[in-house]
């Protein structure tokens, strides 16, 4: 592995570390706990879908004339993970996205899609994000995290954009989700299928594929630059803080925390 890449995941160990010991997990005691981690936790997978179109949009061409643009191998990257984030196979072998899948899971579990909604329909009416949701009734820390995605997205510095996505999300959902994962196992056997497929697919994939490629695509767009290496390091830690921060959002918001 590269080593500046060895070196970026070194100095992000303590931020890592606390954020997979965060007491939210063992906090859902309850299907309406579970059900209101993902009512807050759902705007963090779609924003997640804008950050990696970001990316496609500043590493390949997707306008027209098409032209070639970057990296060949760079441009493979960035397409190989959205081919699988956004039309990746549901239970039945059928094409979906993560967003739709965690949506569908939603459903099962009984849980409140409207606010997502009203967030989804005010963009589609021609709202920008910060103003959609300035008019949501959603916790604080919600749209701070998503304010911070979109803030990174228009850095328009796309080394900056691959270190949020790869070191903010790629490189620790599979540790963050193996924790939710056991205990919904012990906790709610057999309610929540669906959910359960999105997070052991989503470790799959982002271990065994997403991850490997997220980090040879930083790899490649920081190249020897010191700069670029250490701008990938500050907008990692402050990623994995905001997300320290909606966890505790929701965890402060459980009836058990009340």
Known sequence: MNNRIEALQQALKE????????????????????????EHHV???????????????????????WVPKGSPSTRRLIN??????????????????????YLRAMDEAGAD?????????????GKSVN?????????????????????????EKPHVVAAAFTFGREDLIP????????DLNKRFPGK??????????HVQLDEEVHT???????????????EKWQEALEVSQACIEQRIELWNGIRNLLPSEA
């Open 175 to 182: 540790d963050m989700f193996r924790n939710l994962i056991e």
């Open 43 to 65: 705007f963090a997978v779609w924003d997640f879908m804008s950050l990696l179109k970001a990316l496609q949009r500043d590493l390949t061409c997707v306008t027209l004339p």
């Open 113 to 125: 899609k409207s606010l997502i909604e009203q967030l989804l329909q005010s963009i589609s009416e």
């Open 131 to 155: 103003n959609a949701l300035d008019h949501i009734r959603i916790d604080a820390n919600v749209k701070f995290f998503v304010r911070n995605t979109f803030s990174v997205i228009n850095s």
């Open 80 to 101: 190989e993970i959205v081919l699988e984030e956004e039309t990746d196979v549901d239970q039945e072998g059928k094409p979906v996205s993560h967003f739709e899948l």
């Open 192 to 201: 929540l299928e669906t959910f359960i497929y999105y997070l052991d697919r």
């Open 212 to 226: 490997p490629l997220a980090l040879q695509m930083v790899a490649e767009l920081c190249e020897d630059d010191d």
């Open 15 to 38: 931020h890592r570390q606390r954020l997979l010991r965060h007491n939210v997990y063992q906090s859902l005691e309850t299907l309406d706990d579970l059900k209101l981690f993902m």
